[in-house]
């Protein structure tokens, strides 16, 4: 905000909120954006937008990044971007200034959208342009009369409706990993629990029994009860947009339990190949939103795969929890195609014949009769 006064602008400030911040958080927010000067203060939300666009087409594609992250800040920047691009162009603005680094993902998301979506608008990042370190900030902020608790400001906290991010210190780190101290979440619930979780069609429906038409309320009940035991921690290592490896840990109960839930589920209505192929585009899925790619055209294509994947993903999913870590307990759906007429894996079939289980071994085997019969006429060893 100095920085942008010192430049002779006049500041509009305006904040998109994708469900990370409660009522009292906005308004004090708002608060402090009039005390710095600010003309005009907005608050945007996007949390409805954030999930229908983007949220349950992660959890239709089960989407964890390298297997780890469920992408949360990544996925939310670019609804926040097209929340604040929209606004710039609303208001008539000159230019767009944002708190990127350089060295990060972020930049990119914010840049990329806005060139997109509000071209010919100027984009401002003094922290990336002038390349202001952390102690930088926050002294910057003491000598201006800036009062905050800056002990909680050795790290980066990212709140959204999708997780939670901590960067700073340990995660700069590759040989440590974050104390039980800067996570927002501690646990408070030692008592095992089971969980009971309800999709229809892919959509989680019910928790514990209770039906949520608003799917954010949802998810936010799952997250107010996992959170109680510490579930969803995690450190995430990976490939950044730029090309540089990065490190942040997370803590993210709710994307978790919903997407192993899901995927639990999907294992026993989906057929082999539904699953496969789900599997490569919702990695593309979650690879193109991790790297800004979110506008892309093929990324409506995939969602329609991934919508049209889920209508036989009903039914309920038990958990188990405790402090730190869950079970996946079972499921209960009449879509179960392990509850088959056909046979009982492991017992008896139903389906075939004992001569029917021989003639198809024996002609699944031919591609690989003919080929050991070659190499033995030609003299090679069979190995």
């Known amino acids: 905000m100095y920085l942008s006064k010192e430049k002779g602008y006049e500041i509009y400030t305006a904040i998109a909120n994708t469900g990370g911040f409660s009522e009292e958080d906005l308004k004090t927010i708002e608060d402090k ?52 691009a929209n606004y710039a162009r609303e208001i008539g603005a000159d230019a767009i200034a944002h708190g990127s680094t350089g060295a990060g993902n972020d930049q990119i998301r914010f840049d990329l959208t806005f060139d997109v979506l509000a071209p010919g608008i100027e984009i401002i990042t003094p922290t990336r342009d002038m390349v202001l370190t952390r102690e930088y900030e926050i002294n910057y902020l003491r000598e201006h009369g800036f009062v905050a608790d800056f002990v909680k400001m050795e790290y980066s906290i990212n709140k959204g409706l999708w997780g939670t991010s901590i960067g700073g210190k340990e995660t700069l780190q590759s040989n440590q990993t974050l104390p039980e101290s800067a996570y927002p979440s501690q646990v408070s619930t030692t008592d095992n629990q089971t969980l009971k979780l309800e999709f229809k069609e892919g959509e989680l429906h019910a928790v514990n029994g209770e039906v949520f038409s608003d799917k954010v309320k949802a998810i936010n009940k799952v997250e107010e009860i996992g959170s109680k035991y510490g579930i969803g921690r995690d450190m995430h290592i990976g490939d950044t947009i730029i090309g540089i490896k990065g490190r942040v840990g997370f803590e993210a109960a709710a994307p978790m339990l919903i997407i192993n839930a899901h995927k639990m589920l999907e294992k026993h209505t989906l057929s082999k190949w539904q699953q496969y192929w789900k599997d490569q585009v919702g990695t593309w ?9 979110y506008l892309e055209p093929v990324m409506r294509d995939i969602e329609a795969m991934l919508e049209s994947s889920q209508r036989n993903v009903n039914g309920t999913v038990s958990i188990i929890l405790r402090p730190y870590s869950y079970t996946l307990v079972g499921v209960e759906s009449t879509y179960d195609l392990v509850k088959t007429d056909f046979g009982e894996y492991g017992e008896v079939q139903k389906g075939w014949t004992a001569e029917d289980a021989k003639g198809f071994t024996k002609i699944l085997s031919t591609p690989l009769r003919v080929y050991y019969a070659n190499q033995k006429k030609n003299g090679k060893e069979i190995k």
């Open 33 to 84: 954006a009039y005390k710095l000067g600010a003309v005009k203060h907005a608050t945007l939300d996007v949390t409805q937008d954030y999930y229908n666009k983007s949220i349950k087409y992660m959890i239709f594609g089960n989407v964890l990044r390298n297997g780890t992250y469920p992408i949360s800040v990544s996925s939310e920047r670019i609804f926040q971007a097209i929340a604040i």
């Open 285 to 293: 899925y979650g690879m193109f939103l991790h790297e800004a790619q």
